[in-house]
């Protein structure tokens, strides 16, 4: 990594880049770790600094989250390049992949919506007790158990 000083035009602190791009410092550095970001450069006190393409790559990935793409799908997506033909190929089976992921959500959704409708349908508030806290009540009681998980052997204490 360079050293850079903070005074460099398009050096950028971490909390600038938060500012600028819109992703807290939290999730940067969070996405450091996940390699999908890396700063180009340090200051002489050995903070980071984010370069004008660092804040593009980092809006880049807010949008790519905002649509609710996997890190994996963005890790992808950012690995490709807009001027090659192929790369345009593999973008379009990443979103057509995405696009799988969504429709099936969807379809969980509406079913969720189904029951929680239905729920709500048991209820209208005029009954001495709440139907609605009854049904929960006894879905909680319905739901199967977890599986037992075997003890751990004791640990022998040193004296």
Not at 73 to 96: F, P, S
Not at 122 to 150: F, N
């Amino acid at each position: 990594m360079a050293s850079l000083h903070p005074k460099t035009p398009g050096a950028y602190q971490i909390g600038e880049a938060a500012a600028l791009s819109g992703v807290s410092s939290a999730n940067i550095r969070f996405y450091e770790k996940e390699k999908l970001l890396s700063p180009q450069g340090r200051g002489d006190n050995s903070y980071r600094f984010y370069s004008n393409g660092d804040i593009h790559q980092l809006r880049f990935i807010r949008l790519c989250r905002a649509l609710d793409m996997s890190l994996d799908e963005v890790r992808t997506l950012l690995g490709l390049d807009l001027n090659i033909k192929a790369d345009c190929a593999t973008a379009r089976v990443a979103l057509d992949g995405h696009l799988g992921h969504v429709r099936a959500r969807l379809k969980e959704l509406r079913a969720l919506e189904k029951d929680l409708k239905a729920l709500r349908d048991r209820c209208d508030g005029t009954d001495a007790h709440c139907h609605i806290i009854e049904a929960l009540h006894e879905q909680a009681d319905s739901l199967p158990l977890p599986p037992v998980q075997p003890a751990a052997p004791a640990r022998k204490r040193h004296v």
